[in-house]
């Protein structure tokens, strides 16, 4: 896949979140849009909720995304439906700096992950690029480890030109 985020190809972010998904896992896809991630993610899961608060984008991801085991979900981040301590990844790809209440989406995010899963992050560098969205909502890889305090950053890296990613691990108990 060599598509485009924002002008920018995602072939190196692509690579770097089907590097930290094991086959088989169950993978939520949080703040999903259109569905992007999800369609790379779905060959490789054995279950995939891809979820998102604007209906209009579960909708084009719904569309767009034909595998049967991609559960779709338009809901709050702080609020989800998905079951306690059954994710092995949560996926959040250019979607928590967007999210208004970030405390409690990471409160739910330690909900529904099990203990010893995983929390890869993709973002924008928290600096002035040709592209993306403003550098002042834009959270840098500090912010997010500050954020998940309780989780370990197993990696931190930059994976394009314009973007980072970290992996999260979740405490075994």
Not at 73 to 83: G, R, T, Y
Not at 114 to 128: C, T
Not at 150 to 157: A, H, L, N, T, Y
């Amino acid at each position: 896949m060599n598509s485009m985020h924002g002008g920018v190809t995602v072939s190196t972010i692509v690579d770097f979140i089907k590097g930290n998904v094991n086959a088989g896992s169950v993978v939520a896809d949080i703040g999903c849009g259109t569905g992007r991630f999800t369609s790379v993610i779905a060959p490789i899961a054995s279950l995939v909720y891809c979820v998102d608060s604007n209906e209009d984008a579960i909708n084009e991801a719904r569309r767009s995304i034909k595998s049967s085991n991609v559960v779709f979900l338009n809901e709050n981040a702080d609020s989800l439906s998905i079951p306690d301590h059954s994710i092995d990844v949560v996926l959040l790809a250019f979607s928590f700096h967007d999210m208004d209440n970030k405390e409690s989406v990471v409160n739910e995010i330690k909900r529904v992950i099990k203990p010893g899963g995983k929390v890869i992050i993709i973002d924008w560098v928290k600096e002035k690029t040709p592209m993306g969205p403003p550098v002042d909502i834009r959270l840098s890889e500090d912010d997010y480890i500050k954020a998940f305090k309780e989780f370990k950053p197993i990696q931190v890296s930059r994976v394009s030109q314009y973007h980072y990613g970290i992996v999260l691990k979740v405490p075994e108990t």
